[in-house]
């Protein structure tokens, strides 16, 4: 029997994989602060870029994923 395996399982089960929509709500409020509270006060372009992009993606995805859920758990 591989441990690491049965390990992972418990820790995946722990966590309530997949998260519910409350849990990836707050996840995600905690991440968008990080983020911004570590953002540069003067971005250069390539920043500004970068961010505009993650922030266009998590928009499209995060909206996809918690619409999902809500409908899911109903």
Same mark, same amino acid.
């Given at each position: 029997?591989?441990?690491g395996t049965d390990?992972? +399982?418990?820790?995946?089960? $722990?966590? *309530?994989? !997949? !998260?519910?929509?409350?849990? =990836?709500?707050?996840?995600?409020?905690?991440? #968008?602060?990080? +983020? $911004? $509270?570590?953002?540069?006060?003067? !971005?250069?372009?390539?920043?500004?870029? @970068? +961010?505009?992009s993650f922030l266009?993606?998590? %928009? *499209?995805?995060? @909206?996809?994923?918690? $619409? %999902? #859920? =809500?409908? *899911?758990?109903?």
């Amino acid at each position: 029997t591989d441990h690491g395996t049965d390990h992972n +399982m418990d820790h995946k089960e $722990a966590l *309530e994989c !997949p !998260p519910n929509s409350e849990q =990836i709500g707050r996840s995600t409020w905690n991440f #968008l602060h990080t +983020m $911004a $509270a570590y953002y540069p006060s003067k !971005p250069s372009t390539s920043e500004q870029s @970068l +961010m505009r992009s993650f922030l266009d993606g998590l %928009g *499209e995805f995060y @909206l996809v994923v918690t $619409a %999902g #859920l =809500i409908f *899911e758990n109903k």
